[in-house]
């Protein structure tokens, strides 16, 4: 029975063949083949049965045996099992590339990802620290370093600060007041030298008192033109006192006070580290809590060592600071009290001579505007 079902089974298969009894390409999935190889391996042998023409169970008269048949039979092709496995072979060589590719992009965005990590851990670890670490001090708690000179002087450079940006606020001021009060003198020397020409309203009068006031418009609009012009000069002078205190306080304190910041905050970072190592010195001492010792005996070093090279900077930058300052600051006052003196003395040669002494060259008017090619 078991025959006759793979019998029925291989009969109903429909097997393309070519005029050399060799199997054509067949179309099926590799399922086919599989069928194909069980039913010739497990199934009977086709020389030793017989084809029933009449059904099964008929009668012998319509048996014909098969080692009477003559022409084309069924044999197993190898090639097209090639053609399916070649293929899968380039295929695998294939995703291996792509897959290693792929595996070390993976590794080096891991390997970045876990850098980052890594950073994330060390800042948080630290900060943590450093703010118990002010809390503690804040409270009263807590030990901080303290280098009583070093302090002092930097509470006199943030007074200092201070106290010239409050001059540099008023100087600003007094140059846009007499900024104002030049364009006004302006303004009034161009109407009085206007009035000199031609004064309608002067007409009826006789002609000798006509001239003497034209001749009175022209002096004052004389007049007004030179304090216009000295005073154009002062403003150079004052600009110059303005830029110079603005560099001293903005810039060169300012930078100093940059390095006071650093300072502080690695003097904070020092005191959290040596706090963290005290408190595990007074701890158990295991396997465990001595590494960490180390480890705390290592950090500490390393912020000692950047506190120690900060206060060193500190120290050198508020010394030249100090020096520097006296230099800018005894210039800038004599500039600012020979200007302004010889500008209300009315002295217009000893106001010139005090910005040639000063090297301060004033732009002619109209040298900020661009040309008429560069507007083109």
Not at 5 to 17: D, F, N, Q, R
Not at 45 to 70: D, F, Q
Not at 94 to 122: C, F, N, P, Y
Request: net charge negative; with cysteine.
């Amino acid at each position: 029975m078991m025959t006759d079902g793979i019998m029925s089974k291989a009969a109903t298969m429909e097997i393309p063949i070519n005029s050399n009894g060799d199997t054509g390409t067949l179309p099926e999935d590799d399922s086919l083949e599989q069928d194909l190889q069980q039913v010739m391996v497990s199934g009977p042998n086709l020389n030793e049965t017989s084809i029933v023409s009449g059904g099964y169970g008929g009668t012998g008269e319509g048996i014909i045996p098969t080692s009477s048949i003559k022409g084309p039979g069924i044999c197993y092709n190898p090639s097209i099992l090639r053609r399916h496995i070649l293929p899968q072979g380039q295929g695998s060589s294939m995703h291996q590339s792509h897959s290693s590719s792929a595996v070390t992009a993976e590794e080096a965005s891991r390997g970045v990802a876990v850098e980052k990590l890594d950073i994330v851990k060390k800042w948080g670890i630290n900060t943590y620290k450093c703010t118990k670490q002010m809390i503690s001090e804040r409270f009263g708690r807590g030990l901080r370093t303290v280098d009583l000179e070093l302090e002092a002087q930097i509470d006199v450079l943030r007074d200092t600060k201070r106290k010239y940006e409050n001059i540099l606020r008023l100087a600003r001021a007094l140059t846009n007041h007499f900024y104002s009060m030049v364009q006004t003198q302006r303004a009034l020397g161009d109407t009085f030298a206007d009035l000199s020409q031609k004064s309608p309203e002067l007409q009826g009068f006789q002609i000798k008192c006509l001239s003497d006031v034209q001749d009175e418009f022209g002096y004052n609009a004389e007049t007004q033109k030179l304090l216009c012009k000295n005073g154009e000069t002062l403003l150079g002078a004052i600009n110059f006192f303005v830029a110079s205190i603005n560099t001293l306080a903005n810039k060169t304190m300012e930078d100093t006070l940059m390095t006071v910041k650093l300072y502080e905050n690695a003097r904070l970072e020092f005191d959290a580290y040596r706090a963290d190592l005290e408190e595990l010195n007074m701890g158990p001492r295991d396997a465990v809590t001595l590494s960490r010792i180390d480890t705390a005996q290592q950090q500490f070093q390393i912020h000692k060592e950047k506190y120690e090279r900060l206060r060193s900077d500190v120290t050198i930058k508020l010394k030249f600071l100090e020096e520097n300052k006296v230099k800018v600051m005894h210039k800038q006052l004599l500039l600012f009290h020979n200007a302004i003196s010889a500008y209300f003395a009315g002295n217009q040669q000893q106001l010139e001579q005090t910005l040639k002494q000063f090297n301060i060259k004033l732009k002619p008017p109209g040298a900020d505007k661009p040309s008429w090619l560069e507007e083109q």
